[in-house]
């Protein structure tokens, strides 16, 4: 009961409007670490106004007190209050983590309508050591340039980018505050009734099913490395295709796909029926991938089905950066692996839009005429695009960590309170991925 009655209504961050710039931020739901509130708080000791809005438990946990609210209605009267709020508060900025969950749409687009300045943040697309901070939304909806002669022009106007720090955790706080934030919303559902969460699996399910997958781990990855070794000793030419994850949403919403079997089926095909025959595929199960989806069982039945058994191989766990290293290149939905792929001069043929799909950089050509093209990608345009992607949607840090975090607060509260969120030299309007894309992205909407 006392901690029904503590949630009931509160707000966590509030300052004397004193200041004749004083800017209102709310913040909706952040990653699963303390980095919003912290963020929070930096802008409230720069003089601003700070709000929050909690949907479960575990948001509520991780950040309530003065100026938070609860929202726990049907979702459907989500739009209504928020436009309320932010008119009767008289937000100016809104902060969310993900574009894509059910309320950060809704919100989203709203904002929008009241010209609020947008940023939506994410794990970062240079991996280890940087989070991601957009204006407006991620993805599809970037507006981070896509032309090579634009970012060529913009890298040359730029300074040395800073290099992020080596940021280390142990595992087990980034265990603990996934598995303390899900399992605190399944047992007390009843306290936010109508809350729909954005992961598509019962989280005591998925995490039994990612113990054993912890527990066989070890053994994993002397198979994948064995795989690897034998395809790299006998100079196969491999192609390397990492899976993600079904309910990620640069799969679910991003992309034309409804599932990553629909993908691995469209790769094969076009494997089997436009590859050489001494050629081979290496699908790699994502790392966070528990197993539910039984991606490995759909690889080696399709592959069987389509004839071409001999010619896949399926590893869960191994060294990405050496699978990458000798193969002749690599396919994906939209992964940040292929990053490290372009690091390598691997060439990289996606399957949706991704920020990194660009003339020169990634092949441009359908799949079909990949797998026996002699594209590679142009070292000094990778060079160009990581230094503009540095100085405009990426900032050194991580979410777990003192050091990690203080670092990530007070780049991320800079370009927020600079205004700077995609500049200088990374946006364009409007988003430039979406018109050659816009078709089955409506369509997508209109069937969630």
């Known amino acids: 009961m006392v901690l029904m009655r503590i949630i009931r209504r509160e707000t966590c961050i509030s300052v004397p409007n004193n200041m004749t710039e004083t800017r209102r931020f709310l913040f909706l739901q952040g990653p699963l670490s303390s980095l919003y509130k912290k963020l929070g708080e930096k802008l409230q000791s720069e003089g601003h106004e700070v709000y929050r809005i909690n949907f479960n438990l575990g948001d509520w946990v991780h950040w309530h007190g003065r100026h938070c609210f609860n929202f726990k209605t049907s979702v459907s009267n989500w739009p209504a209050f928020f436009e309320k709020f932010i008119i009767s508060h008289g937000i100016t900025d809104l902060v969310l983590h993900s574009d894509r969950r059910i309320y950060h749409k809704a919100a989203i687009k709203i904002a929008k309508k009241h010209q609020l300045y947008i940023a939506v943040t994410e794990l970062g697309i240079l991996r280890p050591g940087w989070l991601t901070i957009e204006i407006n939304g991620l993805g599809l909806l970037s507006h981070f340039p896509n032309d090579p002669d634009y970012l060529l022009e913009q890298a040359q106007k730029l300074p040395a980018p800073i290099e992020s720090g080596k940021f280390s955790y142990p595992f087990s706080q980034m265990a603990f505050w996934d598995v303390s934030y899900n399992l605190l919303n399944y047992f007390f559902s009843w306290l936010y009734p109508h809350y729909q969460r954005h992961t598509p699996y019962n989280p005591v399910l998925e995490y039994s099913r990612a113990a054993f997958r912890l527990i066989a781990q070890k053994k994993s990855a002397k198979v994948a490395d064995r795989v690897l070794t034998g395809l790299i000793e006998i100079k196969a030419k491999y192609y390397v295709v990492p899976l993600q994850l079904n309910g990620d949403f640069q799969v679910r919403d991003y992309s034309p796909y409804h599932s990553m079997k629909e993908v691995i089926e469209h790769v094969f095909t076009s494997f089997a029926q436009h590859a050489s025959a001494d050629s081979r595929l290496l699908d790699k199960q994502h790392p966070l991938d528990p197993g539910l989806d039984k991606l490995k069982q759909v690889t080696l039945t399709l592959a069987k089905d389509i004839g071409i058994a001999e010619r896949v191989h399926y590893i869960d766990g191994g060294d990405l950066n050496r699978a990458f290293r000798f193969c002749h290149g690599s396919v994906m939905v939209n992964s940040s692996a292929a990053l490290e792929a372009l690091q390598q001069g691997v060439a990289v043929k996606t399957l949706a839009p991704a920020i990194y799909d660009i003339p020169e950089l990634t092949y441009q050509g ?17 060079a160009a695009f990581e230094t503009v992607l540095k100085h405009t949607t990426q900032v050194p840090g991580a ?7 203080k670092t990530a607060v007070m780049h991320m509260s800079r370009k927020i309170l600079d205004k700077q969120l995609n500049r200088p030299g990374g946006y364009i309007n409007p988003p430039p991925r979406l018109a050659a894309n816009k078709d089955w992205f409506e369509d997508s909407i209109k069937t969630e």
């Open 366 to 382: 359908p799949l079909d005429d990949f797998w026996e093209s002699e594209f590679l990608p142009d070292a000094n345009l990778y």
């Open 399 to 405: 979410l777990y960590g003192e050091k990690a975090l």
